[in-house]
């Protein structure tokens, strides 16, 4: 017992850390958000406690333990409970009158004690049930750790990047729509997504906002802020209507397919010689951003630089380039319904345990002509004490 009590408060420091700390981060989320932590986080395994392994050990331990602690002594368990009346007919009773025995037994039968009578001795007694308390409090604890390790460990993850004011729809037919992004100010990295989901059956979350460690559970799933990008942004206007547009890598955008604008990158900053003429180059933000385009008319190409800002008119087409846009990437967990519900099936076993541990204790009170004794697992004081003041009140 002392042994797995050390074990649980070994695993209630570890899930704390799991906890105050924000898991499966990027290396440079710690780096900034944690400076000269950072790398005893990593070499600890604090950005992805849970799936550590000192803390699969902590738990095949803790298992381990309990097996041995209960579910392996359930045969005693049995035995004490098979036996329960025959020692409480074997207790040595201390002496009473015939009228303290009678005012006794009227007390435990109003109290809905249960009698068994041999040889003109009574044994009134109750809770019987709480002599397996212990043995279901174990038992519910080894089953709530077992499930929720098969919740944590084979529930799917999939990563999804979501463009503000687009959506995304799921397998089973769940729409994840994004509203809006923000990192936050200053120097502090904050993401910040609102989401709206529906669900399969088509219920609606409504916007709700998630961030770091702040994730949503709406319809079987669970969404997490991850992680963000960032990438080009253009409007293409087309006989005076406007399409905005999410930019990827080589993306050829075209109406005829001959004649547009390839996206061919963008990058952070930029640097302009005497003469005007710009370069791009990388960067740590995006504070002075470029657009690299190739724009193909008529059979000819060309590669260049443009600024946000900057319009190109090819073949009556007019593409303008916007700010970079950030964009999330929301991890979506799903747990498998059979482990959940086994895991919430024994966490009500678990409960029982307890109840019957503290509010079910098996209590036995022996009546006949040598006198009266209380026995139990347990000593019942409250019981004692009721008797006894029968006792004196009646006096």
């Known amino acids: 017992m002392k042994f797995g009590m050390i074990l649980l408060a070994l695993i209630v420091v570890c899930s704390l850390f799991g906890s105050l700390i924000p898991q499966g981060q990027e290396a440079a989320y710690y780096a900034q958000q944690y400076p000269g932590l950072s790398g005893v986080i990593l070499a600890l395994s604090l950005d992805d406690v849970f799936s550590s392994w000192y803390f699969l050990l902590l738990l095949g331990l803790l298992c381990l333990n309990l097996l041995f602690c209960s579910v392996l002594r359930l045969k005693n368990t049995l035995s004490a409970r098979a036996s329960c009346i025959d020692r409480a007919f074997a207790r040595e009773c201390a002496p009473i009158s015939g009228?303290?025995?009678?005012?006794?037994?009227?007390?435990?039968?109003?109290?809905?004690?249960?009698?068994?009578?041999?040889?003109?001795?009574?044994?009134?007694y109750r809770n019987l049930a709480g002599y397996f308390g212990s043995f279901i409090t174990h038992l519910g604890l080894l089953l709530v750790l077992l499930f929720a390790a098969a919740a944590m460990y084979l529930s799917i993850y999939e990563d999804q990047?979501?463009?503000?004011?687009?959506?995304?729809?799921?397998?089973?037919?769940?729409?994840?729509?994004?509203?809006s992004f923000s990192m936050g100010d200053g120097e502090e990295l904050d993401y910040r997504s609102v989401l709206r989901v529906t669900d399969r059956h088509g219920?609606?979350?409504g916007p709700r906002e998630i961030s770091v460690n702040y994730?949503?559970?709406?319809?079987?799933?669970?969404?997490?802020?991850q992680s963000y990008g960032v990438t080009g942004y253009?409007?293409?206007?087309?006989?005076?209507?406007?399409?905005?547009?999410?930019l990827e890598n080589g993306m050829f955008l075209t109406l005829d397919g001959e004649n547009g604008v390839r996206y061919e990158a963008l990058f952070p900053d930029h640097k302009t010689d005497e003469d005007g003429k710009i370069t791009p180059v990388d960067g740590s933000d995006f504070a002075n951003p470029v657009y690299l385009v190739t724009v193909v008319e008529d059979g000819e190409s060309s590669t260049g630089v443009v600024m946000p800002g900057t319009t190109l008119a090819v073949d009556g087409v007019t593409y303008t380039f916007q700010d970079p846009m950030y964009f999330p990437q929301i991890r979506i967990?799903?747990?498998p319904a059979a482990a959940m519900a086994l895991l919430y099936t024994s966490?009500?076993?678990l409960v029982a345990g307890l109840y019957l541990?503290?509010?079910?204790?098996?209590?036995?009170?022996?009546?006949?002509?040598?006198?009266?004794?209380?026995?139990?697992?347990?000593?019942?004081?409250?019981?004692?004490a009721e008797i006894n003041n029968l006792r004196r009140t009646q006096c």
Do not use: W
Request: aromatic fraction near 12%.
């Open 99 to 124: 009228k303290d025995a009678d005012r006794i037994e009227a007390f435990l039968k109003a109290r809905r004690f249960k009698a068994v009578e041999r040889d003109g001795q009574k044994v009134y």
């Open 161 to 179: 990047v979501i463009f503000p004011g687009e959506s995304y729809t799921m397998a089973d037919g769940t729409v994840i729509a994004v509203d």
């Open 357 to 384: 541990c503290f509010f079910h204790v098996p209590a036995f009170v022996t009546v006949g002509r040598k006198g009266y004794a209380i026995s139990g697992p347990k000593a019942d004081v409250s019981l004692a």
């Open 203 to 205: 219920a609606q979350s």
């Open 333 to 335: 967990k799903t747990v």
């Open 215 to 225: 994730p949503l559970s709406f319809g079987g799933h669970k969404y997490y802020q």
């Open 347 to 349: 966490f009500a076993l």
């Open 234 to 246: 253009l409007t293409v206007t087309n006989e005076g209507v406007s399409s905005p547009i999410a």
